[in-house]
């Protein structure tokens, strides 16, 4: 079992920061890629970054400039830095990653249970 625990969101005017936390505890062996997803009220959830155990990033282009993903492998964590966060970064933020158990299993992903960010004056 491997349980993501997110934090750091919260209602933020426009313009303003966030630092959400994405951590993994659990059977862990090795974590590959990790990311953060979001989902509007009556959206799909949308990749919005992702990072691979090398430190490869990829962005959603809406969010390319402002927000930066990291992470750091002796503690499992991942983080998201959110800047000049504007109204539509509003949603709930979850973590993914992938993990596996042991050197012979596969990756599995996991999800954490989100956190809320609010963006609004």
């Known amino acids: 079992q491997v349980q993501l625990v997110e934090s750091g969101g919260g209602l933020v005017q426009p313009g303003g920061s966030l630092r959400l936390s994405c951590a993994a505890s659990?059977?862990?062996?090795?974590?590959?890629?990790m990311g953060w997803y979001r989902q509007a009220p009556g959206k799909q959830r949308e990749l919005v970054a992702g990072?691979?155990?090398?430190?490869?990033?990829n962005y959603a282009d809406s969010v390319k400039g402002r927000f930066t993903i990291s992470r750091d492998n002796a503690k499992n964590t991942a983080y998201l830095q959110m800047n000049s966060l504007k109204p539509e970064d509003t949603g709930v933020y979850y973590c993914?990653?992938?993990?596996?158990?042991?050197?012979?299993?596969?990756?599995?992903?996991?999800w954490g249970q989100g956190t809320q960010v609010t963006v609004s004056s």
């Open positions: 990072i691979t155990s090398g430190g490869s990033t």
């Open positions: 659990g059977s862990i062996f090795s974590i590959n890629a």
């Open positions: 993914n990653a992938a993990t596996k158990a042991g050197w012979g299993n596969s990756f599995t992903g996991s």
